[in-house]
Structures are given as structure tokens and as C-alpha cells.
């Protein structure tokens, strides 16, 4: 037997569910608006160039001493030796000039221990890189807490999605 409240309160059921399915719509279409052109265009090539391109850096031996120029040659022309992708060493794009740009797909933007000019520039590069395609930062000699304030200053920015790599 019912008691009479069994749909008393349903309007309240449903307005939760509305509201859960709002913040649900809301954060996908958050995640969505930080991909970059090449994610939305192209997701199984970023996936492929990103998972490629990471096992790669992660075997990467970085040559000590080098200037950020000798570092994008030597990091560029190892990638190209490695992988099938098309790699372009500082190529000139209406989105900015990224240090290597994998296959259309992959920006990388090279810094030798930055100061926090230098971080504050590379924020503001790859943010602008990001819009096209999947970024990453890759610091040669900068210590934990420089690598530490440079991804705070990313997650600060609503840039969390750019990777850093440290060497």
C-alpha cells in the first residue's frame, strides 16, 4: 500500500538530475574548448605523435652544455632519425614559431633553465601554440622548483593541459 508521499518530492528527483546533468555538459564542454585544433581535427594522429613522441623524449640522452639552438638541433634531428613523424625545426606558422613542430600535430618549445621572464614568455608562446596544436615544454637544467612554478603558473593560467618535461 502506498502513503500517499511517493511523489511528493520527484520535482526535487529531477531538478538533482538536471542539475548533475548541467555540470556534467558544463565540464565536458570545458575540457573540450582546451583542446587544440589538431585534437579536435585529427585525435587519433595527436594520440599517436603524443604517445610516440613521449616514449621517445623518455629515451632521449640530452648532450650536456648545449644553448637552446644546439639543444632544438639535437632533440629535432633525433626524432627525425627515430620516428616516421614529420619533424620542422623553428617553422614560421600565423600561430608563432614553436622550437619543433611534429607532423602539424605536436608543438615543442625548448628552454634552458629559465628565468622568470623567460617562463612568463613560454606561458604566454605556448598558449598561443595551444590553440593549434597539442604543446609541450621541454626545460633542459631547471631545478624542481623552477619546474615546479612554471606548471603552477600553467594550471594558474587554465594551461594545465601543456605538458613539461624536465631533463
Keep these: 500500500m502506498s502513503d500517499g508521499n511517493s511523489g511528493k518530492h520527484d520535482h526535487l528527483v529531477w531538478a538533482g538530475l538536471g542539475v548533475l546533468g548541467g555540470l556534467a555538459y558544463a565540464d565536458h564542454r570545458a575540457t573540450v574548448a582546451k583542446q587544440s585544433r589538431a585534437e579536435r581535427d585529427d585525435p587519433d594522429g595527436t594520440a599517436a605523435v603524443s604517445e610516440e613522441i613521449a616514449e621517445l623524449l623518455q629515451d632521449w640522452e640530452c648532450p650536456g652544455d648545449c644553448t637552446e639552438d644546439e639543444l632544438g638541433r639535437e632533440l629535432a634531428s633525433y626524432l627525425d632519425e627515430a620516428s616516421d ?12 614559431t614553436p622550437d619543433i613542430l611534429v607532423s602539424d600535430l605536436l608543438a615543442l618549445e625548448l628552454k ?56
Design 85 to 96: 613523424w614529420e619533424i620542422e625545426k623553428w617553422p614560421r606558422t600565423p600561430h608563432g
Design 112 to 167: 634552458v633553465n629559465p628565468n622568470k621572464a623567460e617562463r612568463d614568455r613560454c606561458v604566454g608562446q605556448c598558449a598561443g601554440y595551444s590553440r593549434q596544436w597539442v604543446t609541450w615544454i621541454v626545460l633542459f637544467d631547471a631545478s624542481a622548483s623552477r619546474t615546479g612554478a612554471l606548471q603552477d603558473l600553467l594550471t594558474d593560467k587554465g594551461l594545465e593541459q601543456i605538458a613539461v618535461w624536465n631533463f
